[in-house]
């Protein structure tokens, strides 16, 4: 039972092209997250979603598009993939009221 | 503004020996701190928190960490190093309860030798 999951684990594209990252919380939680890790390790907030509503959105481009459907979900989706976009991407999510974020297991996105 | 900041981007340390990662932070509120791990290819896992309770904190694995107010340090501790303790650790800090935003140091990688 993954408490939180994104599909695909693994996504390699050309440049130009659309793509998205899926994700899904089992914990009840009500507030969702992107992150980005660059190769340096380095990870930076996208976006913050609390009961559906964007909250944060940190300076993203426009190319990047978070969709939360409901509460159990934030997908991700990228327009005109660029080579500058490779990098890992995490979804995490918590609850108000408790204080630690829960991470899934990423999506390495590869541009070529 | 928030920030962390993680003094030492790769550690090193002999099997057995003290483990010490350095975390130091800046907040305008009482903050929540935080020490995640990562392994290669997989996501973050909490080690330990400190939520404005009792400043020595325990986390899993046999790590702890003190929070001091005084410092703005909350260092990462473990008596004595495992090889399976190899990994990236992240320090963290949010603004608490109903928090939107964890703020990540840029991790240290800690290497064990055998």
């Known amino acids: 039972d993954t408490a939180v999951s994104q599909t695909p684990k693994y996504l390699v594209t050309q440049m130009g092209n659309d793509k998205s990252i899926k994700c899904e919380q089992n914990?009840?939680?009500?507030?969702m997250y992107w992150y980005k890790q660059d190769s340096k390790k380095f990870l930076k907030i996208m976006f913050s979603?609390?009961?559906?509503?964007?909250?944060i959105n940190e300076t993203v481009p426009n190319r990047f598009s978070p969709k939360s459907p409901d509460k159990a979900h934030l997908n991700l989706h990228i327009n005109s993939l660029e080579l500058g976009d490779s990098a890992v991407y995490f979804c995490?999510?918590?609850?108000?009221?408790?204080?630690?974020?829960?991470f899934g297991q990423g999506t390495r996105l590869t541009v070529v | 503004a928030q920030s962390v900041t993680q003094l030492g981007s790769h550690v090193s340390v002999s099997e057995g020996a003290l483990v010490l990662l350095r975390c130091n932070y800046s907040?305008?509120?009482?903050?929540?701190l935080f020490w995640y791990v990562q392994y290669p290819n997989q996501g973050l896992q909490l080690l330990l928190k400190?939520?404005?309770?009792?400043?020595l904190v325990k986390g899993i694995n046999g790590f702890e960490a003190e929070f001091k107010k005084s410092e703005t340090s909350f260092h990462l501790t473990k008596p004595s190093a495992h090889m399976s303790d190899a990994a990236e650790y992240f320090c963290?800090?949010?603004?608490?309860?109903?928090?939107?935003?964890?703020?990540f140091g840029t991790g240290t990688r800690l290497k064990v030798l055998a």
């Open positions: 995490a999510s918590s609850h108000e009221g408790r204080t630690e974020a829960f």
């Open positions: 914990l009840g939680h009500d507030t």
């Open positions: 979603y609390n009961n559906k509503e964007l909250i």
């Open positions: 907040s305008s509120v009482p903050p929540y």
């Open positions: 400190y939520t404005s309770a009792a400043t």
């Open positions: 963290a800090v949010s603004e608490g309860i109903r928090t939107y935003k964890y703020i």
